[in-house]
């Protein structure tokens, strides 16, 4: 296995730890000491009270983040990242002083996921002896260090500019292996590919999504023969996707997405058999689709979604054996879906909506006893749809939009079920039909998943169709029924469970209207973090926890998992609720997704996004009552909306908890007429 980021820093902090203890008696030198008050002085603001024992009741070497080597009692691990909890992150906030340079054992540095700004003491750097530093999730600035002898060094999301230097690759001190791990993802970094990467030969893991680089990836990547984790994603990369890209053997994690590149997929993609998942969705590729790609046995997730790709789905599709997740939506693939697609036998997801598919549905599809979502909409498949056999576990179907698509499955145990207009003719026109599944012998679970939103069903008689209004009162019932779950989840005394997959097609209504959370098949239990986030980084690297669209940023590179992931999952559920769009609309492109939307425009604008039912089911009143309800609905809106928006935010620590997030919906929902 792999290990992420967090997981090396964890190595590095146990390797340099052979030789630190608690001190029990006073050093002579007192420099460390006075560092660290430097420090303390340069906080403005500790919540959480993480500094409380810095004090000169306890000797420095057991204050609180801190390790010291046993010898000569300096200073060698400095740790003061969030604790765990989602409703205890440290969040302190103040500067870094330049007395942290003043250390001269410090071997590791992690101060993440706190609300640290201003610019970073470049001296820090010039310590001999660090190997490892992280500053992610901070408000830092400033420009990235030009010197850079490290083993591990971690300054994504915060406000770092500029051009990254030529010299981030030199070696200074000759004993050091250089860089392994260089993470300078969701800045404003610009300009080209940065050159001095190409001196990083032992580098494991390279992150520069979320920046503003422009220009090709360049061919002399193909020389990063230990890369096993490279994400480009959200840039402005344009040219082609380099073939010396198929020298990296080690390459476990490749993400190219939301970028704007061109040319074809190279079918020398099919020579990096250590690929675990590859995300080229949202560029402007084009030609065939390689059949290559579908001989990696290690392969877990493709998504090719959103291109110009052309051809035939080749048959060799069904040799993808460890396939979860694959998409090709939003291409120009044309002819019958291969029946070899039904050997994938792990294939959870798959999506190949919006294209110009042929023939049916493959009987074959019945052979993938784990698959959940099935999106086949927007094609020209024709035929009867199966009665039976192939949807017997999938959750999510969509198969709207195939005017030459007739009838439905008679397995109504379906969560959520799209079908084709009642009348080919008119294709504006869709009968929508809740779909309710018996609660009986599940909810003695206490805790258990369905289904919502609005989902098109329709038949091929020509009947008349009738639309089924969801209220502004049951959308908002059933987000605070899944805050409540959710918060039971993750605060009560049993530990924490984090559920790891929310999404509509995991929340159920009983016939009550109320709305429950299941299907735990990825849920994990979290007790102490130092115990169990070394474990949670590594296994997380296996693959992607969670559902495309929904997953929290940090667990989409194989972070850790934590309940604010769950929180992430949560707001994103919320926003499409009340937006009654998904968050992996064609729209949703080119660095915009379903949270910025909202974030743009927020407050003003939002009439002009949410679901237009929502402010027109008051309109059979009298003027004056219908206008005033209006206003009540916006204002109820707007507070559920910022709600979502807090859930979302790209930082873990700066998202509020199940708690919160449940007091606040109780309130609106008491404030909201009949929402009582």
Same mark, same amino acid.
Request: proline share 5%.
């Given at each position: ?13 146990m ?32 919540p ?41 992150f440290?969040n302190?906030?103040?500067? *870094? ?23 970073f ?20 600035s ?7 002898d490290?083993? *591990? ?20 001190k ?56 490279m ?17 990296l ?52 997730? *493709? ?30 693939p044309?002819?019958?879906?291969p ?66 698509l ?6 109504l ?25 018996p ?65 509509p ?23 102490d ?8 980084? *590594? ?12 997953i929290?940023?940090?667990?989409a ?42 974030e743009?425009?927020?407050p ?71 929402g009582?």
């Amino acid at each position: 296995m792999k290990a992420t980021a967090t997981g090396r820093f964890l190595l590095v902090l146990m390797a340099c730890s052979v030789h630190a203890v608690t001190c029990r008696t006073a050093p002579k030198d007192q420099t460390d000491r006075l560092s660290l008050l430097e420090f303390k002085k340069a906080i403005s603001f500790d919540p959480q009270q993480a500094l409380a024992s810095w004090n000169d009741s306890t000797h420095f070497c057991n204050w609180e983040g801190v390790m010291c080597r046993t010898t000569r009692h300096r200073v060698t691990n400095l740790a003061l990242e969030n604790r765990g909890s989602d409703c205890n992150f440290n969040n302190i906030e103040g500067n *870094i002083p330049d007395e942290f340079a003043k250390l001269p054992g410090l071997l590791v540095l992690q101060i993440s996921s706190n609300q640290l700004a201003g610019s970073f003491p470049q001296a820090i750097l010039n310590l001999s002896t660090l190997g490892a530093l992280g500053i992610t999730m901070n408000h830092l600035s400033g420009e990235v260090p030009p010197d850079l002898d490290l083993s *591990i060094f971690d300054m994504s999301n915060n406000n770092f500019a500029g051009v990254v230097p030529r010299s981030i690759g030199k070696l200074r001190k000759l004993y050091r292996l250089n860089l392994e791990v260089l993470l300078l993802g969701h800045n404003q970094l610009s300009s080209g590919f940065p050159s001095g990467i190409a001196n990083l030969h032992n580098l494991m893991e390279l992150g520069l999504r979320g920046n503003q680089f422009t220009g090709e990836v360049p061919e002399w990547v193909g020389t990063l023969k230990s890369l096993q984790v490279m994400n480009l994603e959200n840039n402005s990369f344009t040219g082609i996707i380099p073939s010396p890209l198929s020298n990296l053997s080690q390459l476990s994690y490749l993400y190219l997405d939301s970028n704007k590149l061109e040319g074809n997929l190279p079918a020398s993609i099919g020579n990096l058999q250590n690929l675990q998942v590859c995300n080229f969705s949202n560029n402007l590729l084009h030609g065939g689709i390689p059949k290559e790609m579908f001989g990696i046995p290690t392969l877990t997730i *493709i998504d090719l979604s959103v291109n110009n790709l052309l051809g035939q789905l080749p048959y060799e599709v069904g040799n993808a054996k460890a396939l979860i997740y694959f998409s090709l939506s939003s291409n120009m693939p044309f002819g019958d879906i291969p029946n070899t697609i039904g050997n994938i036998s792990s294939l959870q997801a798959l999506n190949l909506s919006h294209n110009n598919l042929t023939g049916s549905i493959p009987m074959s599809l019945g052979n993938l006893q784990y698959l959940e979502q099935l999106d086949l909409s927007f094609n020209n498949i024709s035929g009867n749809v199966p009665k039976k056999g192939i949807f017997r576990n999938v959750t999510a179907v969509w198969i709207d939009g195939n005017p030459g698509l007739c009838g439905g499955p008679s397995e109504l145990h379906l969560l959520a079920y799209h079908v084709l207009p009642v009348n080919p003719s008119k294709q504006k026109h869709s009968i929508v039909q809740k779909v309710v599944i018996p609660l009986s012998g599940i909810v003695a679970l206490a805790i258990v998943i369905t289904v919502m939103v609005v989902w098109w069903r329709g038949r091929c008689d020509g009947n008349t169709s009738t639309r089924s209004h969801i209220t502004m009162v049951q959308r908002l019932s059933i987000v605070v029924d899944v805050a409540d779950a959710l918060e039971y989840l993750h605060h009560s005394n049993q530990g924490t469970i984090v559920h790891c997959d929310l999404k509509p097609s995991n929340i159920l209504l009983d016939d009550n209207m109320t709305a429950h959370v299941g299907d735990f098949g990825l849920a994990r239990f979290k007790f102490d973090l130092a115990a169990s986030s070394f474990a949670d980084s *590594i296994s997380s690297s296996v693959a992607i926890k969670g559902t495309i669209g929904y997953i929290a940023p940090e667990c989409a590179v194989g972070g850790a998992v934590s309940s604010a992931g769950d929180v992430y999952n949560f707001g994103i559920v919320l926003l499409e609720i009340f937006l009654r769009r998904r968050p992996t609309d064609d729209m949703f492109n080119g660095g915009l997704n379903i949270t910025k939307f909202v974030e743009m425009n927020f407050p003003d604008m939002i009439p002009r996004i949410i679901d237009p039912e929502l402010l027109e089911e008051h309109q059979d009143l009298s003027q004056e009552t219908s206008l005033a309800m209006k206003e009540k609905s916006l204002e109820c809106l707007l507070s559920v909306l910022n709600i979502g928006l807090l859930c979302t935010k790209p930082s873990p620590n700066e998202r509020i908890c199940m708690q919160e997030v449940a007091a606040r919906l109780h309130e609106i929902k008491k404030a909201y007429p009949s929402g009582s």
